[in-house]
């Protein structure tokens, strides 16, 4: 079983950041997949961004390149997504997923596990 929580999320105004981060416990990680995604108000759960963790290879969502960041701490079992220039259409609850997808089923919801809470971002105007 894997737990996951997600922390970090807030209120932010347009251009500004925030850092995500979700912390996992219960079973080892390193063959896992650790993805963001987020839902805002009346759509799907949109992937955001994903990493792998034993060689920390990345895959971004094409609305957040050069804007969203997500990288890993071995040591805390803690994924980030370091978000900048933040826009009010990035407002949504974020969540941390992990599972086995194949590297072409990185943005799909099913090919995840487990999922955490999810936390609110929301970018003001």
């Known amino acids: 079983q894997v737990q996951l929580a997600e922390s970090g999320g807030g209120l932010v105004q347009a251009g500004g950041s925030l850092r995500l981060s979700c912390a996992a416990s219960g079973r080892t990680f390193s063959s896992y997949v650790m993805g963001w995604f987020r839902q805002a108000p009346g759509q799907g759960r949109e992937f955001v961004a994903a990493i792998r963790w034993n060689n920390g290879f990345t895959s971004n969502s094409d609305s957040v390149k050069g804007r969203f960041t997500i990288s890993r701490d071995n040591a805390k079992n803690t994924v980030y997504l370091q978000m900048n220039s933040l826009k009010p259409e990035d407002t949504a609850v974020y969540y941390c997923?992990?599972?086995?997808?194949?590297?072409?089923?990185?943005?799909?919801?099913?090919?995840?596990?487990?999922w955490g809470q999810g936390t609110q971002v929301t970018v003001s105007s």
């Open positions: 997923a992990a599972g086995y997808p194949a590297s072409s089923s990185y943005g799909e919801p099913y090919s995840y596990s487990y």
